[in-house]
């Protein structure tokens, strides 16, 4: 084996459970100290409107993803209700999800990998021990 650096993110990663939409909303409404949702809502999307506005059922679409890849792999049931326009939509929401997020960073004055917080903290706020 050869010797390596572990980052505090790669320890947060391992730590952290991630398994619904919901465990994600938690962990960045952590990291930014505000409600994600009500943070991430009402950030502007290139040439259109804002993100809550442009999909009002964005958390339950997102929240779908999680059960269709639970379903698609652990269940493999063939008689799930996959569409083409479902899941185009589910990639929609989280394409713009994906710009509203890079703009709420730049909006709280976060550079990428600099959360405004230090590893030790990050650390204490994922384990649960608040």
């Known amino acids: ?17 991630i398994s619904s939409f919901e465990d994600i909303s938690r962990h960045l409404t952590t990291l930014l100290g505000t409600s994600y949702f009500a943070a991430a809502g009402p950030m502007p999307l290139h040439r259109m409107t804002t993100f809550e ?3 009002p059922q964005a958390w339950e679409t997102l929240a779908g993803v999680f059960h269709d890849r639970h379903v698609a792999c652990h269940e493999l049931d063939p008689r799930a209700p996959w569409t083409f326009s479902g899941t185009r939509r589910q990639w929609r929401v989280g394409l713009h999800l994906i710009e509203a ?6 909006v709280k004055r976060v550079k990428p990998g600099k959360w405004p917080t230090t590893p030790g903290r990050l650390l204490f706020l994922f384990s649960g021990n608040r």
């Open 1 to 17: 084996m050869e010797a390596s650096k572990v980052t505090a993110g790669e320890i947060i990663s391992h730590l952290v459970k």
């Open 53 to 55: 506005i442009e999909h």
């Open 101 to 106: 997020n890079e703009r709420l960073l730049r």
